[in-house]
T-cell receptor, first 116, second 118 residues
Framework: AQSVAQPEDQVNVAEGNPLTVKCTYS??????LFWYVQYPNRGLQFLLK??????LVKGSYGFEAEFNKSQTSFHLKKPSALVSDSALYFC??????????????FGGGTRVLVKP | GAVVSQHPSRVICKSGTSVKIECRSL??????MFWYRQFPKQSLMLMAT?????????EQGVEKDKFLINHASLTLSTLTVTSAHPEDSSFYIC??????????????FGPGTRLTVT
């Protein structure tokens, strides 16, 4: 079975400082990894994905994430956080093995609060 | 990018009544649609997966007779909450994916529907 863990319920950071949101995963085969952001009472917006290739993935709004196979991690990062980055962030994984199904499994979410 | 819409965005209904939520893919054909439920400050819980023209596959613990899902066309899926009760109050989010040949990885999410059962 596939699973995703986001160990921090909330991350607080001052505006202009680096932001990191942690994510670890477990799958049977190779992982397809995703980050989404959710603003209050809204659906999920896609930020970035890792399928294959370079371990460092660049996405929307200045976010990037690094795939680390040995640590089974896919942490989301932004060099300089903005107040507008305050939102709920979800990490998600799909297993590349078709027999495992085609479902996305989400982590519990991490609330990011960027203070001016 | 691909757009998925949901209607209504908010709905309030009385206990015992049924409510239908629509999910549409506006600029692509969605061979697969997913319905999620999200409780306050919690993650998304997959309720069911539907492929166009076939019966939905429900996740364990989700009552298929209570949450009726219809995926009658490649651009429309509906979720009907039958005989709603206050505990069904939640944020319901749909998601759509194009055919694997066209988009093997991308899954696009609707803006969600807030259901309140009084």
């Amino acid at each position: 079975a596939q699973s995703v863990a986001q160990p921090e319920d909330q991350v607080n950071v001052a505006e202009g400082n680096p932001l990191t949101v942690k994510c670890t995963y477990s799958v049977s085969g190779n992982p397809y990894l995703f980050w989404y952001v959710q603003y209050p009472n809204r659906g999920l917006q896609f930020l970035l994905k890792y399928i294959t290739g370079d371990n460092l993935v660049k996405g929307s709004y200045g976010f990037e994430a690094e795939f680390n196979k040995s640590q089974t991690s896919f942490h989301l990062k932004k060099p300089s956080a903005l107040v507008s980055d305050s939102a709920l962030y979800f990490c998600a994984v799909r297993d590349s093995i078709k027999a495992a199904g085609n479902k996305l499994t989400f982590g519990g979410g991490t609330r990011v609060l960027v203070k001016p | 990018g691909a757009v998925v819409s949901q209607h209504p965005s908010r709905v309030i209904c009385k206990s015992g009544t049924s409510v239908k939520i629509e999910c549409r893919s506006l600029d692509f054909q969605a061979t697969t649609m997913f319905w999620y439920r999200q409780f306050p400050k919690q993650s998304l819980m997959l309720m069911a997966t539907s492929n166009e023209g076939s019966k939905a596959t429900y996740e364990q613990g989700v009552e298929k007779d209570k949450f009726l899902i219809n995926h009658a066309s490649l651009t429309l899926s509906t979720l009907t909450v039958t005989s709603a009760h206050p505990e069904d109050s939640s944020f319901y989010i749909c998601s759509a994916r194009a055919s694997p040949e066209k988009s093997p990885y991308e899954q696009y999410f609707g803006p969600g529907t807030r259901l309140t059962v009084t």
